[in-house]
């Protein structure tokens, strides 16, 4: 198959999965900011930016890992796949111990003495997450895009629904008396917004099981060897893990530290509902990241390997752009995603498009450090960009709130793809087409400086202008574009 059609085809099957699951999600976005004040949705943000923290120390970079050696040989493949996750089992095991018994200090420590309930329920959710990841990650390098799309949609499909009960069913059969015998067993209005991770937590316990009885396992064995050489491997990765999510999330941990009590949750709250606006740039690239990193280490043999991959550099910038501008021209229709309490935040959702749009092209240069085994780079990369992000977000959030924490990620995501092509062209040269992409992005960032120029106060007709503005966009895309893409069109399959 065309390698660059096998890519967009898997993108496309995991993406459409991430797609759906991710709007599952989003779609619970509206209920939680409608249901639930901005302070008290801020805990939501601030406990999920502990959990993407702790998911990477607790697979402390085995999924690449696995990629990496899963293709070696045939032979190998069921001891790797033992390895790694008996590997992730058993440190998972020793983690959820340590926060059970440690769970009120913890509760304590983290600003929630009330509730060391979250901190067991935050515990055995990570946990399933994490040894999760590896049969995921067998399904990618088996190339079961299906199967893996079915239960992330299925699994994320059962937490949607328990949020519709937990928050929408039960509290009203609680309030009008209806089959209290079975409500009062079921539901507390005391727990408020645990119950979003209550939820969650039998999605990811469902999620461990449905791994565990649809990918068939064979005896799991354990090679101390292999696991030597893997973890050599992956702990670069894991510094790069930490300092990745830093910068990705660690902004919200730092906003109630940094800013007055009485307003820092509630600026927390607002943050992350209208981060979630600039969903569709990170679903297309989380879609893109699970078909691209096994992609990358299958193709790397061969002899067109870094034409394709500055062709997949292209079309990734183009269709991200698209997205960017899509989603800005069409901001007065996707601000009805969050409650009328978080608009005050809306002026944060280019900033951050722009951000993941420089991630995700990050992420397409890291194929340098990953391919040529040298993962520190990877390590050292997200290190600066962590320094960065600190940096900024202790000298901009007392000064401007969460508008600090978007420019601090913006100016880490700039400052780490930067840096990362200037040191990968001297390692692993690739002939990226710089042109056409500056072109791309270029006119996605002039029209929309367009649209914020042309002021229109009829939300109607300013709907009709931006749409023939992102046509004319569209067309340019796909005036200098249509060779290449009527080439790999025409190739065959």
Known sequence: M?????LAGQTAIYGTSTIVARLLIYFL???HTRIFSTAEYGVVGYMYAYVALLLVVLTYGMETAFFRYYDNKAQDRDRIYGTTLLSLVVTSLVFVIMMIVMAQPIAKLIGFPKHSEYVVWFALMIVFDAICTIPFARLRAMNRPKMFAFIKIFTIGVCFLLNIIFLYVLPYLYRHNIMMSVV???YNPVVGVGYIFIANL???????????????HRKLTFDFTIWKRMLKYALPLLIFGLAGNINE????ILLPYLLPPDIAMSQVGIYSACYKISILMTIVIQGFKYAAEPFFFSYAKESDAKNVYAAVMKYFVIVCSVIFLGVMLYIDLFKYFVGSLFYSGLAVVPILLLANMFLGIFYNLSIWYKLTDKTRFGAYLSIFGAIITLSLNFLLIPIMGYMGSAWATFACY???MIV???????HYHVKYNLRKIALFFGLALAFYFLSKAIKIDSLALRLIVHTFIFFVYLYIIIYFERPSLL???????
């Open 487 to 493: 080439k790999l069109k025409k190739t065959k399959v």
């Open 29 to 31: 976005v509206p209920i």
């Open 414 to 416: 700039t400052s780490m």
């Open 249 to 252: 999330t660690f902004d919200r």
């Open 202 to 216: 039998i999605s990811s316990g469902l999620t461990l099981l449905l791994l565990m009885v649809l990918l068939p």
């Open 2 to 6: 065309n390698p660059l059609r096998k």
């Open 184 to 186: 009062s067993f079921l």
């Open 420 to 426: 990362s092509y200037f040191i990968g062209q001297k």
